[in-house]
């Protein structure tokens, strides 16, 4: 029976096909072959046993169940491994597997090899979600609507300035993930404590073609391990990308919130309930979906951490952890990533709401440029912060406009007429360099995913 969520709602077949167990020992069988044909090369075991060795590596001769009823007896997964592959060589092959190797040679080669294809994925994905955000920038460069800070209105944007946030943001994780995947995906065959002494003089040159013949960049220097910091790295990439996709997501949960509504969920009133009870409800579940989701991915980053200082030259803390927190990272941001996808990909957009809150302060929000073209008409900044900053605080008190305000003060309407304190007002003029900004920062997201 199913318990763990990933089994039956979080996670998409492509990632979970990565981290499950026939394609983990797969990945394994592969590491053992590559190690078998490096070795028959250099003459270090018949190539006969190589040839061999190679054609049984795989989960068609190799099969799960086997491995499992050994480790059983031996308590030992890669001890199991190497005797149920030995087991369906012939001619005595089976003698030369996993020759000159330790444990983890075979576990963190063959986990780089998983860690790369989850990579991938996610990348690709990322890009995905880049490109629709691109089309919602220049569908909405002049979609003016308010800015906040703090909770409250400050000045006027656009939603292109949001959606290029976003874009800048994840080109950026898009490198963080590169580099990670340079460090982490790396070949290891250093056998105990990493100095190959089982393999001799041949070690060094065995550690570099096994790497080749994966694909992998070999690992410059390793004890038994490769060193975590490159996981610990790898989870916080994750977490850090997963924090992006949250805050994407909030962004449009509060937008969607009752009294201000901009934007929202694609909502279908003929199939989709939003309560149980209540029969009017429209609940933001994507985005609260990856919200939370979202903080069980960031949570495994101590732990990751954690699994970097070991005894000496290896202890087995790390892996036990890594079994859950490793597949488990990987699966959840996929997953969310593929939420994020499918929310902006069919945003609803409410454009009499936006204009609404656009001019709720009743021109309060345009303060600041009062007090920008006071000072451009002679007038010193500081005396003109003050001036329409009592403004603004009478307004408030009053419960009207700063329209009303600012054209009842002699010392404003000697600087400037009532037509120039209109024109002041229009939040749709007051945008300065954004539109460049967008134009930037697609124009840069564009080459990059290119």
Not at 372 to 383: C, H, N
Request: with cysteine; proline share 2%.
């Amino acid at each position: 029976m199913a318990i763990h969520p990933i089994e039956f709602r979080y996670g998409t077949p492509e990632m979970k096909a990565v981290w499950e167990q026939e394609s983990k020992l797969q990945n394994m069988l592969k590491v053992e072959a590559a190690l078998a044909k490096a070795e028959g090369e250099i003459g270090l075991i018949p190539k006969e046993a190589a040839d061999e060795i190679n054609r049984k590596a795989t989960t068609e001769y190799v099969k799960q169940e086997r491995v499992d009823e050994i480790e059983k007896a031996t308590n030992h997964d890669i001890g199991a491994l190497m005797k149920a592959l030995e087991e369906v060589c012939d001619n005595g092959a089976g003698e030369y597997v996993h020759y000159g190797s330790t444990s983890n040679d075979i576990i963190d080669s063959s986990q780089s090899l998983q860690l790369k294809e989850s990579i991938e994925i996610i990348r690709e994905k990322i890009i995905k979600l880049i490109k629709i955000l691109i089309d919602l920038a220049e569908e909405h460069k002049d979609t003016v609507t308010i800015g906040r800070t703090h909770g409250q209105h400050a000045l006027p944007t656009t939603y292109a300035m949001k959606f290029a946030i976003y874009i800048d943001e994840l080109t950026r994780q898009i490198e963080r993930l590169d580099l990670t995947k340079e460090h982490v995906c790396v070949g290891m065959m250093t056998g105990a404590v990493g100095t190959t002494a089982a393999l001799g003089e041949t070690g060094y040159d065995i550690h570099v073609r096994v790497s080749e013949i994966l694909g992998l960049n070999p690992v410059h220097i390793s004890n038994q391990v490769v060193q975590r910091d490159n996981h610990a790295e790898y989870v916080m990439t994750l977490a850090n990308l997963c924090s992006t996709l949250e805050k994407m997501a909030l962004e449009v949960r509060n937008l969607q919130r009752t009294e201000i509504m901009e934007v929202g969920e694609k909502f279908d009133p003929e199939k989709q309930m939003g309560s149980s009870t209540m029969p009017h409800k429209r609940n933001p579940i994507t985005g609260e979906r990856i919200c939370g989701v979202s903080r069980v991915v960031r949570s495994y980053v101590n732990a990751a951490l954690q699994d970097n200082p070991l005894w000496h030259e290896r202890d087995l803390t790390n892996s036990s952890c890594e079994r859950i927190i490793l597949p488990e990272s990987a699966i959840l941001t996929d997953y969310i990533l593929n939420l994020s996808i499918k929310l902006f990909s069919k945003l609803d957009f409410y454009d009499e709401n936006i204009e609404r809150n656009l001019n709720a302060s009743n021109g309060l929000v345009m303060a600041e440029r009062f007090m920008s073209k006071l000072t451009q008409k002679g007038m010193g900044r500081q005396s003109a912060y003050s001036i329409v900053r009592r403004c603004a605080m009478d307004a408030y008190e009053e419960n009207t406009g700063l329209r009303e305000m600012v054209s009842k003060q002699e010392e404003i309407t000697k600087y400037m007429s009532q037509d120039e304190i209109d024109e002041i007002l229009d939040p749709h003029t007051y945008l300065g360099s954004s539109s460049k900004f967008v134009d930037n920062v697609i124009s840069y997201a564009q080459k990059f995913i290119e």
